[in-house]
C-alpha cells in the first residue's frame, strides 16, 4: 500500500483523514486499515466515506468527487415500467428479509466483475449494523401471500435523516428499480431528501441520479446525518405497499 495513504489507528473511534485528501486516481481513495466495527462504520458515513474493497485487499475507505446521489423525489422511471407496474402485484416490504437481500446482492453477477466486494467479512458487518438498527433494506416481493418470490431488493445504512445506499438486485427485471422507487417514496413522505448512490454507473444515471461535488455532499450529510432520528427496525413504519401505485 502506498506510502501516501494514511493507514487507520486501531482504536475503532479514532477519526478519519479529511475527505478533501482522498487521492483522485484512483478517484475517492482516503485510507486504508482499521475495521468494520459498528462505531466505526458509523463515524465513516456520518463523515461521507464508506468502505469498498476486494478479497486479498486491506479494508480501503473511499470519498469520491463528485458524489451520486439520488433526491428522493426524483427517482425516474420509464413510462414502459410504470405501465408494467400498474397491473402488477408485486409488494414492497422493509426490513423483513435483510439477510437474503445482502445474500442476493453479493451473489449477482456485475457486468465487468469477477467476484463480489461484497466480502464475507462485510456481509457480517452489515448484518450486525442491521441489528443495531442503522442498516435497513427494502425487498420486493411477486405478491402479498406468505411464501411469495423475493424479486429485488435495495440495502444500505441510515445515519439521522441521511440513507447510504450499498447495493441492490433484481432476480425479475425492474426488481432493483421497483425496491429503489419504493426506498424513495417512503423516506420522501418521511423528509429526508437524499440517497447516497457513491459513484457512477449507466444505470443510476438511467434513474435520476445526480452528480454532487464532494464538498456539496458533506455539507448536506453533515446537516441530515446530525438530526435526531432513533435507530430501529423500519418494518412497521414502512408496512406493505403494493406497487401498482407506482405506475401511476
Known amino acids: 500500500m502506498s506510502l501516501h495513504l494514511p493507514r ?3 482504536d475503532p473511534n479514532a477519526p478519519f ?3 478533501a485528501a482522498a487521492l483522485r486516481q ?3 481513495l482516503l485510507a486504508y486499515g482499521g475495521d468494520l466495527s459498528a462505531p466505526r462504520l458509523l463515524n465513516a458515513y456520518r463523515h461521507g466515506i464508506f468502505p469498498w474493497y476486494s478479497d486479498g485487499q486491506p479494508i480501503l475507505w473511499w470519498s469520491p468527487d463528485p458524489r451520486m446521489v439520488f433526491r428522493s423525489d426524483a427517482v425516474r422511471l420509464s413510462s414502459r415500467f410504470r405501465r408494467s407496474l400498474r397491473s402488477s402485484d408485486w409488494v414492497a416490504r422493509a426490513d423483513t428479509a435483510f439477510g437474503r437481500v445482502i445474500g442476493r446482492c453479493a451473489s449477482a453477477p456485475r457486468a ?3 467476484g463480489t466486494w461484497i466480502t464475507a467479512p462485510m456481509r457480517e458487518a452489515y448484518l450486525h449494523l442491521h441489528r443495531l438498527g442503522h442498516a435497513h433494506s427494502v425487498e420486493v416481493f411477486a405478491d402479498a401471500t406468505p411464501g411469495a418470490a423475493l424479486v429485488g431488493g435495495i440495502y444500505g445504512v441510515a445515519v439521522g435523516r441521511m440513507f447510504f445506499g450499498e447495493s441492490m438486485f ?3 427485471s425492474g426488481g432493483s428499480t421497483a425496491a429503489l422507487a419504493a426506498l424513495a417514496r417512503w423516506l420522501h413522505a418521511r423528509g429526508w431528501p437524499l440517497i447516497d448512490a457513491q459513484v457512477e454507473n449507466a444505470h443510476l444515471l438511467k434513474l435520476g441520479a445526480l452528480h454532487m461535488p464532494r464538498a456539496a455532499f458533506l455539507d448536506a450529510v453533515a446537516e441530515l ?3 435526531p432520528e432513533a435507530p430501529g427496525s423500519w418494518s412497521a413504519g414502512f408496512g406493505e405497499l ?3 401505485g407506482l405506475g401511476r
Open 8 to 10: 487507520l489507528d486501531d
Open 17 to 19: 483523514p479529511d475527505a
Open 26 to 28: 484512483p478517484d475517492g
Open 112 to 114: 465487468g466483475q469477477a
Open 170 to 172: 433484481s432476480d425479475v
Open 225 to 227: 446525518a446530525g438530526a
Open 242 to 244: 403494493p406497487l401498482c
